[in-house]
């Protein structure tokens, strides 16, 4: 039997403005705060524990300030939501494994340089995982910004290639939102805020068959 998976990325405090169509499990790839403060962090939580799916995983993005810098306090905060930072769950029968870092970004949090320090984080994903969730995108899918560049990350890209997750959900660059495909791995942008912080890319829907590893996209959920 197929489990729905509800994708979000990049929602940056707008959730009272989101239509959040149901499903079995939602996953919100980072960026869930604006300012990142723990008053931001309680308002979220509460609306995404709200919402129907009976599971929810999140992790952390570079807005995300609070589960950086103070962890002890906004941590707990998260109660009755999946939250990964560099570890693997099983949710809903599903391996998914979270990590919230990307490449130096100005002064954000969660950056790592490039070559050897990211590359560290991303030698911790495990091979066979159902899903993968990073805040930041792999080198060549949804990762083109405005300027025609593409910005995503190379390492990221390889371990990838090497560990084979079924379906790789990320948000970061909010001009790519968008549904990728290649060699067997799905890659979904779930970015949900413009690049002017306009909340009106559509959440990303997707069944997932866990004994084929199969993903299909829902167009209309």
């Known amino acids: 039997m197929s489990i729905r998976l509800v994708l979000l990325s990049d929602t940056h405090t707008l959730h009272e403005e989101l239509r959040v169509p149901d499903g079995d499990v939602l996953i919100h790839a980072g960026d869930l705060l604006n300012r990142g403060t723990l008053r931001e962090l309680?308002?979220?939580?509460?609306?995404?524990?709200?919402?129907?799916?009976?599971?929810?995983?999140?992790?952390?993005?570079?807005?995300?300030?609070?589960?950086?810098?103070?962890?002890?306090?906004?941590?707990?905060?998260?109660?009755?939501?999946?939250?990964?930072?560099?570890?693997?769950?099983?949710?809903?029968?599903?391996?998914?494994?979270?990590?919230?870092?990307?490449?130096?970004?100005?002064?954000w949090a969660f950056n790592?340089?490039?070559?050897?320090?990211?590359?560290?984080?991303?030698?911790?994903?495990?091979?066979?995982?159902?899903?993968?969730?990073?805040?930041?995108?792999?080198?060549?899918?949804?990762?083109?910004?405005?300027?025609?560049?593409?910005?995503?990350?190379?390492?990221?890209?390889?371990?990838?290639?090497?560990?084979?997750?079924s379906l790789h959900v990320f948000g970061h660059i909010h001009e790519d939102h968008g549904v990728f495909v290649e060699n067997g791995i799905t890659y979904a942008n779930a970015c949900i805020c413009t690049l002017g912080y306009e909340p009106t890319q559509a959440p990303l829907v997707f069944d997932y068959e866990p004994e084929t590893r199969r993903c299909e996209r829902v167009l209309e959920a």
Not at 49 to 75: F, M, T, Y
Not at 113 to 141: M, Q
């Open 112 to 165: 790592l340089r490039r070559g050897e320090e990211i590359r560290a984080k991303w030698n911790l994903i495990p091979s066979g995982l159902d899903v993968l969730v990073t805040h930041g995108p792999p080198l060549g899918f949804g990762d083109r910004v405005r300027r025609g560049e593409r910005v995503g990350c190379a390492d990221l890209l390889e371990a990838v290639g090497r560990t084979r997750p």
């Open 42 to 107: 309680a308002a979220a939580a509460a609306f995404l524990r709200s919402l129907p799916h009976r599971e929810k995983v999140l992790i952390a993005g570079n807005h995300d300030w609070c589960l950086q810098d103070d962890p002890g306090l906004a941590e707990p905060m998260l109660d009755g939501i999946t939250y990964l930072r560099d570890r693997e769950a099983l949710v809903a029968g599903l391996r998914i494994y979270g990590s919230p870092w990307q490449p130096w970004f100005f002064g």
